[in-house]
């Protein structure tokens, strides 16, 4: 099976509901982690990431790589794949029912010419509709 095969082939059936869970399918382009613990956060940084806490984490592949456009692009072509930003909203998915935002779109970072609170991102992103 080619490399382009292998790559669809594994992002069709992990979209569709991860078909293929617990075939070790060998790739190049993408690397098997097992499952396991790890220690999240930090206790020398932010206030919200602390405490530091062991997690677990199930197994999962992870491309090895950046996406590119291009290969995102053929995994749209081979899944029929939508993203979130094109996908219409319903208040029952949304945390605010207000009708603007119910409209496909996405956040989108707008610098400011003053200084941030670090909690505070309506400074930072403005949700735009029709921007994916």
Not at 33 to 61: A, C, K, L
Not at 75 to 96: I, K, N
Request: glycine share 6%.
């Amino acid at each position: 099976m080619s490399r382009e095969k292998v790559r669809t082939h594994w992002a069709s059936a992990f979209h569709v509901g991860q078909r293929e869970r617990g075939r070790r399918t060998v790739s190049e382009t993408m690397a098997f982690i097992p499952r396991g613990t790890f220690f999240m956060g930090s206790n020398d940084f932010y206030p919200e990431e602390q405490p530091v806490h062991r997690v677990r984490v199930d197994e999962f592949w992870i491309d090895r790589f950046p996406v590119t456009n291009a290969s995102f692009s053929r995994f749209v072509e081979a899944t029929g794949y939508v993203t979130l930003a094109e996908r219409q909203r319903t208040p029952d998915s949304s945390f605010d029912a207000n009708p603007e935002t119910l409209l496909p779109g996405s956040l989108v970072f707008r610098k400011t010419n003053h200084r941030v609170h670090p909690g505070n991102f309506d400074d930072l992103w403005e949700y735009v509709p029709g921007a994916c």
